[in-house]
């Protein structure tokens, strides 16, 4: 099996199961792959992966993190953003670092799959490894093209308008999908407030906003919302109680339109969240709180 080979259908299946499941794929999904006929397994286990016919590591994992806690990669992102991705042990002579030190100096393209629920996982593809941080035990993984070109050891040196720009790309290649994949399945692809099952329609709104102190990407911070809910809730047409009751702004409650305000807003004034069955995943009552007196004040 040629290298080359592996990785090229390897990226064809995973850009086929991403545009059917954006929210995550399960391992079983993904592990349904084969080479020139020969089945071959992509997650197999926590960490490297290197399959015994490749001499470079194929793939990374990072297994999912508990509902309110961030994930691995978000407290240790380098400069640029780039991605630190911890040892296996603390010996860079462990045959799986030497296989993901392997690629790093084959520049060999790698997939890496972040769990977003149990047995389930966001895929992140091409990503590469440009660097190593001996001394943290850590490789540094580039997840977006513009990454590459950029010298690991002289981030710091780089004007402060690139830097940011380098990080705001992480951001939507990364760590959007992920929490948004993360929240859609807490909520197991329904809308919270209308219950709307189609996943195309279906976005993670934050309750503290992402741009505010607090507005952490974790799911008890999230909420699964259809678009048109997540729009009326940005814009505080919507609010939700802390005992996850919906509320809806008392002049757009009055307003008389089309089927759209009378089915799909105003109908939901008074109307219980449907939260998730795990509890920690539920919104956190301190945020809704915060954020309704937001609403309050709006109206
Ligand atoms: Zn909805």
Redesign the pocket.
Same mark, same amino acid.
């Given at each position: 099996m040629l290298d080359e080979q592996v990785r090229t259908a390897m990226f064809a299946h995973l850009e086929r199961l991403t545009a059917l499941h954006p929210e995550g794929v399960t391992s079983a999904e993904i592990n349904q792959f084969s080479v020139a006929g020969q089945p071959l397994k992509l997650v197999v286990q926590p960490g490297i992966w290197k399959p015994g016919a490749l001499d470079a590591a194929l793939t990374i994992r990072t297994t999912y993190t508990a509902p309110n806690q961030l994930p691995p990669y978000e407290d240790a992102i380098a400069p640029g953003g780039l991605v630190k991705y911890a040892y296996r042990g603390t010996d860079p002579n462990l045959s799986d670092n030497r296989a993901l030190r392997t690629a790093m100096q084959g520049q060999r393209p790698l997939a890496y799959f972040i769990g977003v629920a149990k047995g389930v996982y966001q895929a992140q593809f091409p990503v590469y490894v440009v660097g190593e941080q001996p001394e943290e035990h850590a490789f540094l993984i580039a997840v977006d093209q513009a990454q590459r070109l950029v010298d690991p050891d002289s981030v710091e040196t780089l004007p402060a308008d690139r830097r940011s720009y380098l990080e705001q790309l992480v951001r939507a290649r990364l760590h959007q999908p992920v929490f948004r994949a993360r929240v859609l399945q807490a909520y197991e692809k329904r809308?919270a407030? +209308?219950r709307?099952q189609h996943t195309d329609l279906l976005d993670a709104a934050h309750i503290i906003r992402d741009s505010d102190e607090g507005g952490l990407p974790v799911v008890p911070n999230g909420l699964s919302? +259809?678009k048109?809910?997540h729009a009326a809730y940005d814009r505080d047409i919507i609010g939700v109680r802390p005992d996850f009751v919906v509320q809806v702004r008392r002049d757009v409650l009055v307003e008389i339109d089309g089927p759209m305000l009378k089915h799909g807003i105003q109908a939901m004034h008074g109307v219980r969240l449907s939260v998730p069955q795990h509890r920690a995943a539920r919104p956190d009552p301190n945020r809704l709180e915060q954020r309704y007196e937001e609403f309050l004040s709006a109206g």
């Amino acid at each position: 099996m040629l290298d080359e080979q592996v990785r090229t259908a390897m990226f064809a299946h995973l850009e086929r199961l991403t545009a059917l499941h954006p929210e995550g794929v399960t391992s079983a999904e993904i592990n349904q792959f084969s080479v020139a006929g020969q089945p071959l397994k992509l997650v197999v286990q926590p960490g490297i992966w290197k399959p015994g016919a490749l001499d470079a590591a194929l793939t990374i994992r990072t297994t999912y993190t508990a509902p309110n806690q961030l994930p691995p990669y978000e407290d240790a992102i380098a400069p640029g953003g780039l991605v630190k991705y911890a040892y296996r042990g603390t010996d860079p002579n462990l045959s799986d670092n030497r296989a993901l030190r392997t690629a790093m100096q084959g520049q060999r393209p790698l997939a890496y799959f972040i769990g977003v629920a149990k047995g389930v996982y966001q895929a992140q593809f091409p990503v590469y490894v440009v660097g190593e941080q001996p001394e943290e035990h850590a490789f540094l993984i580039a997840v977006d093209q513009a990454q590459r070109l950029v010298d690991p050891d002289s981030v710091e040196t780089l004007p402060a308008d690139r830097r940011s720009y380098l990080e705001q790309l992480v951001r939507a290649r990364l760590h959007q999908p992920v929490f948004r994949a993360r929240v859609l399945q807490a909520y197991e692809k329904r809308c919270a407030i +209308c219950r709307l099952q189609h996943t195309d329609l279906l976005d993670a709104a934050h309750i503290i906003r992402d741009s505010d102190e607090g507005g952490l990407p974790v799911v008890p911070n999230g909420l699964s919302l +259809c678009k048109i809910h997540h729009a009326a809730y940005d814009r505080d047409i919507i609010g939700v109680r802390p005992d996850f009751v919906v509320q809806v702004r008392r002049d757009v409650l009055v307003e008389i339109d089309g089927p759209m305000l009378k089915h799909g807003i105003q109908a939901m004034h008074g109307v219980r969240l449907s939260v998730p069955q795990h509890r920690a995943a539920r919104p956190d009552p301190n945020r809704l709180e915060q954020r309704y007196e937001e609403f309050l004040s709006a109206g």
